[in-house]
C-alpha cells in the first residue's frame, strides 16, 4: 500500500480507535466517526482520480479497511453496501450516468443498504413493491438488517416490480415516507446502524432503477470480503489489546512461570498465538482479494476462493478473540475492557452468510465440479 495514502487515512483510524471502547459501552453510532471518514475522502478511494476520487487498487482498498477494522470492526461493514455500490459503477461501460454517481461519491456522498426483509415470502421474492401509482413510481414495504442506512445520503433498495421481478432502486435517504429506526439488537457489531427502514409511497426517479441481476460476477464475493476485512481488522484489534494488558500487567500467580506476566512464556506463547492468528486471518483475506481481483477471467473461482477464506478466517478469528482472554486473571473480563466486544463482534461477523453453507458450497464444489450461487435470497418455503 502507498504509504502516502495510508498516511492520510491512520490519523483518522486512530480518532476512531480511541472513542471504540465508549461507543461499545454506550452503544453510540458512530455519526461523528463516519463524518470524519467522508470529510477525508475515504469513502472514494476507488473512484477514479479524473472524477475527483483516490483511484485506489482493490488490494489498498481492503489494506485499509482492515485498518479501519482493526480501529472499529463496525466501520468496514457500516460501509459495506457504499464499498459495494462503487464497485457496481466502476464495473458498468463508462457513461454520463455512472460518471455523476461517482462524482457524487467524489463528492462525500454515501451508500446505505434496504435489502434484507423478516416478513413472511418466499425465496426469491419480496413483500417491498415498487409499482406505479397516478403517473409515478413508488416504493412500499419494510426492510430490515439495512446495515449503514443511517450514515447514508442514498439508500440502495431491492424491491419486486412484478411477480418475481426483482428490481434496485435508489433513493435519497431523506425522501419523503421513509422512516427510519435504530433497532439492530445483535450482541456484537452493535453500531453498524443495522436496523428498521419503512417506505411508504417512496417516489422513485425511473432513471435510478435497474434490474437486480443473481447472475455471476463479483459482487458476493466482494460483499463477503468486505465482512472478512471487519474480521481480520477484530483479530488485530485483539492481538493489540492482548499485548497491551500484558505489557502493563504487574500481577501474577505463585504458581506462574515468571514474576511478572511480560517475561512468563506461558503468556508470552498465548499473546504469540493470538497474534499468528492474526497474520494468517490478514495473508488469506489478501489471497482471496487478490483472487477477486482475477475475476473478470474466472468468477467461478474467486467466489470459492472467498467462500474458503470465509471458513478459514471465521475459525481463525473465533479462536484468536477467545484465547485472548488466557494471558491474565478477573481483570482481564473487566467491563472497562469491553474485550469480550471481540468474539462477540467476530461471532456476530461470522453468521452473515452462514459458515455451514459456505463450507459445504466448497465441498461441492471440490466433489461435483458445482457452481456456487451468486445471487443470495432469504425466505420461507411456499
Known amino acids: 500500500m502507498p504509504t502516502d495514502l495510508a498516511a492520510k487515512?491512520?490519523?483518522?483510524?486512530?480518532?476512531?480507535?480511541?472513542?471504540?471502547?465508549?461507543?461499545?459501552?454506550?452503544?453510540?453510532?458512530?455519526?461523528?466517526?463516519?463524518?470524519?471518514?467522508?470529510?477525508?475522502?475515504?469513502?472514494?478511494?476507488?473512484?477514479?482520480?479524473?472524477?475527483?476520487?483516490?483511484?485506489?487498487?482493490?488490494?489498498?482498498?481492503?489494506?485499509?479497511?482492515?485498518?479501519?477494522?482493526?480501529?472499529?470492526?463496525?466501520?468496514?461493514?457500516?460501509?459495506?453496501?457504499?464499498?459495494?455500490?462503487?464497485?457496481?459503477?466502476?464495473?458498468?461501460?463508462?457513461?454520463?450516468?455512472?460518471?455523476?454517481?461517482?462524482?457524487?461519491?467524489?463528492?462525500?456522498?454515501?451508500?446505505?443498504?434496504?435489502?434484507?426483509?423478516r416478513g413472511s415470502h418466499e425465496v426469491g421474492r419480496l413483500n417491498t413493491r415498487l409499482s406505479e401509482q397516478d403517473g409515478r413510481l413508488v416504493l412500499n414495504g419494510t426492510k430490515y438488517y439495512s446495515t449503514g442506512s443511517l450514515f447514508a445520503d442514498w439508500l440502495t433498495v431491492r424491491a419486486e416490480r412484478a411477480p418475481g421481478e426483482l428490481v434496485v432502486a435508489r433513493v435519497p435517504a431523506e425522501a419523503a415516507g421513509i422512516v427510519q429506526h435504530d433497532d439492530w439488537d445483535g450482541f456484537g457489531q452493535r453500531t453498524t446502524a443495522s436496523g428498521t427502514v419503512e417506505f411508504t409511497d417512496v417516489e422513485v426517479d425511473p432513471a435510478h432503477v435497474v434490474p437486480w441481476d443473481p447472475g455471476p460476477g463479483p459482487h458476493t464475493a466482494l460483499a463477503q470480503l468486505v465482512l472478512l476485512a471487519s474480521l481480520v481488522g477484530v483479530a488485530r484489534a485483539a492481538a493489540r489489546d492482548a499485548t497491551r494488558f500484558v505489557q502493563q500487567r504487574n500481577r501474577s500467580y505463585s504458581h506462574a512461570s515468571a514474576p511478572l506476566p511480560k517475561d512468563d512464556p506461558l503468556v508470552q506463547q498465548v499473546v504469540g498465538k493470538v497474534h499468528s492468528a492474526a497474520f494468517a486471518a490478514q495473508a488469506t483475506l489478501e489471497a482471496a482479494v487478490a483472487s477477486v481481483g482475477r475475476a473478470q477471467d474466472d468468477v467461478?473461482?474467486?467466489?470459492?476462493?472467498?467462500?474458503?477464506?470465509?471458513?478459514?478466517?471465521?475459525?481463525?478469528?473465533?479462536?484468536?478473540?477467545?484465547?485472548?482472554?488466557?494471558?491474565?486473571?478477573?481483570?482481564?473480563?473487566?467491563?472497562?475492557?469491553?474485550?469480550?466486544?471481540?468474539?462477540?463482534?467476530?461471532?456476530t461477523l461470522t453468521v452473515h452468510n452462514p459458515l455451514i453453507y459456505k463450507s459445504r458450497a466448497v465441498g461441492d464444489h471440490a466433489i461435483n465440479d458445482a457452481l456456487p450461487v451468486f445471487g443470495w435470497t432469504t425466505g420461507a418455503p411456499a
Do not use: M, Y
Open 300 to 347: 467461478i473461482t474467486a467466489e470459492n476462493d472467498v467462500a474458503k477464506a470465509q471458513v478459514a478466517i471465521a475459525d481463525t478469528v473465533l479462536r484468536a478473540a477467545a484465547e485472548l482472554f488466557e494471558v491474565g486473571g478477573a481483570s482481564v473480563v473487566s467491563e472497562s475492557r469491553r474485550l469480550d466486544r471481540h468474539w462477540r463482534n467476530a461471532r
Open 9 to 117: 487515512f491512520r490519523p483518522v483510524f486512530e480518532r476512531i480507535a480511541e472513542g471504540a471502547v465508549d461507543r461499545e459501552q454506550q452503544r453510540r453510532l458512530p455519526h461523528e466517526e463516519v463524518g470524519w471518514l467522508r470529510a477525508s475522502g475515504f469513502g472514494a478511494l476507488r473512484v477514479p482520480q479524473h472524477l475527483g476520487g483516490a483511484g485506489a487498487g482493490l488490494d489498498e482498498l481492503f489494506g485499509l479497511l482492515v485498518e479501519l477494522g482493526e480501529a472499529d470492526s463496525n466501520l468496514p461493514q457500516a460501509l459495506r453496501p457504499h464499498v459495494l455500490f462503487v464497485e457496481e459503477q466502476l464495473r458498468q461501460p463508462p457513461s454520463t450516468a455512472r460518471d455523476e454517481w461517482l462524482r457524487l461519491v467524489a463528492g462525500g456522498a454515501l451508500v446505505g443498504n434496504a435489502i434484507s426483509e
